[in-house]
T-cell receptor
Framework: DVKVTQSSRYLVKRTGEKVFLECVQD?????MFWYRQDPGLGLRLIYF???????EKGDIPEGYSVSREKKERFSLILESASTNQTSMYLC???????????FGPGTRLTVL | AQSVTQPDIHITVSEGASLELRCNYS??????LFWYVQSPGQGLQLLLK??????LVQGIKGFEAEFKRSQSSFNLRKPSVHWSDAAEYFC??????????????FGKGTHLIIQP
């Protein structure tokens, strides 16, 4: 079974803090994604990566950056957290050549 | 740009009754379509997907969906719902570009409530 894990299920941070959300997959997937999920808005793509050290902006990249130093790990970085970044963050991965994305359990981030 | 519309924000169904969740998409080429389910506090689980071929696809947990190109729809159905089906359901459309990591575009979700 494909397994996508996220470092924290719940996280509380203060405005202005630098926040790291970690995602690890164990299936050697080339492609990894970060989404945020908000009530009434569904999931929106923040960033994705199709290879180590490669990244592409999604639909809402402002205020975020990413890092992919190893194939299995994809980090989402909030350089200076703000209250409007309070949300559920979901990581996903997939093989190149297949469109099914496998999702992690999510990290619910609250910025106070 | 691709988009997905799920017209129903909430749907309430009695246990044992049939279910249909609506999904309409907008996409310039042949779409890849998905239905995901999210139980409370959980990540997304793939129910089924459509790429090509038979327009009626079967998924897990007794769900099926029918692709109708003329109506740009991909509605999810289940003949008899169980209380455990209460969850948030997301329709999504994606594109496969032979190597590029295109993300999925999701609808806003339909919250399914099951009445005893």
């Amino acid at each position: 079974d494909v397994k996508v894990t996220q470092s924290s299920r719940y996280l509380v941070k203060r405005t202005g803090e630098k926040v790291f959300l970690e995602c690890v997959q164990d299936m050697d997937h080339e492609n990894m994604f970060w989404y945020r999920q908000d009530p009434g808005l569904g999931l929106r793509l923040i960033y994705f990566s199709y290879d180590v050290k490669m990244k592409e902006k999604g639909d809402i990249p402002e205020g975020y950056s990413v890092s992919r130093e190893k194939k299995e790990r994809f980090s989402l970085i909030l350089e200076s957290a703000s209250t409007n970044q309070t949300s559920m963050y979901l990581c996903a991965s997939r093989w190149t050549g297949e469109d099914t994305q496998y999702f992690g359990p999510g990290t619910r981030l609250t910025v106070l | 740009a691709q988009s997905v519309t799920q017209p129903d924000i909430h749907i309430t169904v009695s246990e044992g009754a049939s279910l249909e969740l609506r999904c309409n998409y907008s996409y310039g080429a042949t779409p890849y379509l998905f239905w995901y389910v999210q139980s409370p506090g959980q990540g997304l689980q793939l129910l089924l997907k459509y790429f090509s071929g038979d327009t009626l696809v079967q998924g897990i947990k007794g769900f099926e969906a029918e692709f109708k190109r003329s109506q740009s729809s991909f509605n999810l159905r289940k003949p008899s719902v169980h209380w455990s089906d209460a969850a948030e359901y997301f329709c999504a459309v994606g594109a496969y570009s032979g190597g590029g990591a295109d993300g999925l575009t999701f609808g806003k979700g339909t919250h399914l409530i099951i009445q005893p």
